[in-house]
C-alpha cells in the first residue's frame, strides 16, 4: 500500500488542542506518515534536518505521496531527497479548495 508523507504534523489549536485543519481526505491515497513536529524550522544549519529526513525517507518509492505542509525550506529539502530516491518521479497531493478535495500532481523532473 501507498504511503503519505506529510512533511510536518499539522498545527494545533492552543485552546482545544485538535489540528487548524483536517487531512482526512489524503488518507485514501495510503497510510500517512509525519516526518517532522509541527514546530520544527531550518533556520541556520540545514544539516542535522537533512539527514534525519533521508532516513526518515529511505522507504520512499514513486507510488508513495507527498503531502506538504508547514516550513517551506523543510519541503524544499524533502522534495529535494525523494527526488534523488526515485530519479525524479513523486506524486504530490494539492488541496483544491474549490472542490474541497486532493488532486494528484505528477512530477518526473
Known amino acids: 500500500m501507498s504511503k503519505v508523507y506529510l512533511t510536518q504534523e499539522i498545527p494545533t489549536d492552543r485552546e482545544t488542542g485538535k489540528p487548524k485543519y483536517s487531512i482526512a481526505g489524503a488518507a485514501k491515497y495510503g497510510e500517512i506518515v509525519t516526518l517532522l513536529p509541527m514546530y520544527s524550522q531550518i533556520i541556520y544549519s540545514p544539516g542535522p534536518a537533512v539527514q534525519k529526513l533521508k532516513g526518515l ?12 505542509a508547514g516550513d517551506p525550506a523543510i519541503m524544499c529539502a524533502v522534495t529535494s531527497i525523494i527526488t534523488q530516491l526515485t530519479n525524479g518521479k513523486f506524486k504530490l497531493l494539492k488541496w ?13 523532473i
Open 57 to 68: 525517507l529511505k522507504d520512499f518509492t514513486s507510488e508513495d505521496y507527498l503531502l506538504c
Open 96 to 108: 483544491d479548495r474549490q472542490e474541497k478535495s486532493y488532486y494528484v500532481l505528477n512530477f518526473d
